[in-house]
């Protein structure tokens, strides 16, 4: 397994496959994907992608911080799920931030992958909200 900085665009097919389902490939590019700050992290098993993250900054209104990142669009190819791909991306988005000089990593997490987040070391910041056609929310952050 090996974690790689990749293009905002190498991330389309999985965020596809994983968290936009039958939506358009053009539907998979999200706000702030190109911005100086943002990167893109790939895990690949031999020559597949098998595993994606993106962080970019972004101040949180409930979360002051002095230099916040987002975590945004995390997935695991539903064949590599299990194995230690989604930890390793996270590990790295973290040590990524905190060479960026960065003191917080904030994610709207779905309320389903919440476990994976705490297990990780992330909180729950209040309660549950549903983002429109997407499903429920916790809001969640943890120190890189
Ligand atoms: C959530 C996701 C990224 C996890 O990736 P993964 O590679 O399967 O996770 P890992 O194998 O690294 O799991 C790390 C730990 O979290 C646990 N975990 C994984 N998914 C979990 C979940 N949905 N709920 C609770 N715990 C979970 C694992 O059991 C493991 O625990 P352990 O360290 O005690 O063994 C992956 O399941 C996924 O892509 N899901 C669909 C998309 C999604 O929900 N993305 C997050 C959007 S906010």
Same mark, same amino acid.
């Given at each position: 397994?090996?974690?790689?900085?990749?293009?905002?665009?190498?991330?389309?097919?999985?965020?596809?496959?994983?968290?936009?389902?039958?939506?358009?490939?053009?539907?998979?590019?999200?706000?702030?994907?190109? /911005?100086?700050? *943002?990167?893109?992290?790939?895990?690949?098993?031999?020559?597949?992608?098998?595993?994606?993250? *993106?962080?970019?900054? /972004?101040?949180?209104?409930?979360?002051?911080?002095?230099?916040?990142?987002?975590?945004?669009?995390?997935?695991? !190819?539903?064949?590599?799920?299990?194995?230690?791909?989604?930890?390793?991306?996270?590990?790295?988005?973290?040590?990524?931030?905190?060479?960026?000089?960065?003191?917080?990593?904030?994610?709207?997490?779905?309320?389903?992958? *919440?476990?994976?987040?705490?297990?990780?070391?992330?909180?729950?910041?209040? /309660?549950?909200?549903?983002?429109?056609?997407?499903?429920?929310? !916790?809001?969640? !952050?943890?120190?890189?």
């Amino acid at each position: 397994m090996r974690i790689d900085r990749i293009h905002a665009r190498a991330t389309w097919p999985l965020r596809q496959l994983v968290l936009r389902p039958g939506l358009p490939l053009e539907a998979c590019a999200f706000p702030h994907d190109e /911005e100086a700050d *943002s990167f893109h992290l790939g895990a690949w098993a031999d020559d597949a992608l098998v595993g994606i993250a *993106s962080v970019h900054a /972004e101040p949180c209104a409930q979360l002051p911080a002095r230099r916040p990142f987002r975590l945004r669009g995390m997935a695991v !190819h539903p064949d590599r799920r299990g194995l230690g791909v989604g930890a390793l991306l996270v590990v790295e988005a973290l040590n990524a931030v905190r060479t960026a000089d960065g003191d917080l990593l904030w994610c709207n997490a779905r309320t389903s992958a *919440s476990g994976f987040y705490t297990r990780l070391g992330f909180a729950v910041v209040g /309660e549950a909200f549903e983002l429109p056609g997407i499903g429920p929310h !916790h809001l969640m !952050h943890r120190a890189p």
